[in-house]
């Protein structure tokens, strides 16, 4: 009598742990589909001339040929523009008067917290004033990001093109949910960068985490400085996580999904620009210096973001839990008819 009851428990108990382990296990990647519309900024002091016809122009190629379609948006950002988007990316803003207005704010965080958007805000370093990054922070903040940059400077004297202040992030994530993003990145330049920090709370300066140590849910590593990395102040803003004269392999660049008020939208987080500013993160080649799969980097994240956004469900999880459990009921059943 016994027996019987201990192989009943046995058996609910695994029932459960069954249906529950897709999400102990985590989410999986979504496969690639390629569909959606991509608005980039070059409203606000992003475009640079020189790139606009090269690097620019082959990161659109590249997203068009997977299936995207790629917009460059000139004049500022309205509800319009985005209203058909899927995804929106924003590279750092430079010049003091070139600035997000309350009302682009607003537009972008309605749209992208309606759900299963996809979203990049591109960063840069604190030097001489010039970039505006408490705009990145304000765009982040209202769609209550669990990651924002440093109102620092990352500066390497050993990885780096030339100069200590165009560092290059050569150190990739680990997760396995990442795995096809950095799959043969090995070197990223980040011109005139900022690292970032984690927040728990999903507000600026609150609940404030290093994120070489510490991981908060639902957020990914996807590319770090070098060892060597040193963070420099140029202005009187302290940092939150991180302070002048700290050196490590700083958090370069980060993926963020479960993100916005619907809970289904995707974020990604960088101390540089991805495209357009004076040199972004998808540079091929500088100073005779190649920049190892920068061009696969970004358009790859782009293209698992846009995917994961537009996937962003429960089905796949419960999929596996489902069959999970029918497995294991399966395998007990077997069991306990041997005896």
């Known amino acids: 009598m016994r027996r019987n009851l201990l192989a009943k428990r046995i058996l609910t108990v695994s029932i459960l742990t069954a249906l529950f382990a897709a999400f102990l296990i985590g989410p999986a990647p979504v496969a690639a589909e390629g569909t959606g519309t991509i608005v980039f900024d070059y409203g606000h002091g992003q475009k640079n001339i020189n790139l606009a016809n090269t690097t620019d122009q082959w990161l659109s190629d590249n997203l068009t040929a997977m299936g995207y379609t790629v917009v460059f948006d000139e004049d500022g950002i309205t509800a319009a523009d985005l209203d058909d988007a899927v ?3 924003a590279g750092s803003i430079y010049g003091d008067s070139n600035g997000y207005t309350s009302a682009e704010i607003n537009a972008i965080a309605d749209w992208f917290n309606a759900g299963k958007k996809f979203m990049w805000i591109g960063y840069d370093s604190d030097y001489s004033g010039a970039y505006i990054n408490n705009n990145m922070t304000a765009i982040l903040e209202a769609v209550g990001s669990h990651v924002y940059g440093e109102p620092l400077s990352v500066e390497d004297p050993y990885s780096s093109a030339a100069a200590p202040y165009r560092a290059i992030a050569n150190v990739t994530g680990t997760d396995p949910f990442i795995a096809d993003i950095v799959e043969g990145v090995g070197k990223i330049l980040m011109h005139g960068p900022t690292c970032l920090y984690g927040s728990t709370t999903g507000a600026e300066g609150e609940g404030v985490v290093a994120l070489e140590t510490q991981s908060i849910n639902n957020v990914y590593v996807l590319l770090r400085f070098g060892g060597s990395a040193t963070i420099v102040n140029n202005d009187l803003i302290d940092g939150y996580a991180h302070q002048e004269g700290d050196k490590g392999s700083f958090v370069a660049a980060t993926l963020e999904i479960g993100a916005g008020d ?38 790859r994240t782009i293209d698992f ?33 041997k005896k």
């Open 305 to 337: 973001g846009m995917n994961q956004a537009q996937a962003a469900d429960n089905t796949l999880l419960l999929a596996i839990g489902a069959i999970g459990a029918v497995v294991v009921v399966v395998i007990i059943i077997a069991v306990m008819k």
């Open 262 to 299: 619907a809970g289904n939208g995707v974020l990604v987080v960088s101390g540089a620009s991805p495209y357009g500013d004076y040199r972004p993160m998808s540079e091929a080649e500088y100073y005779d210096i190649v920049m190892t799969g920068a061009m696969n980097f970004v358009s």
């Open 87 to 89: 995804g929106f990316v």
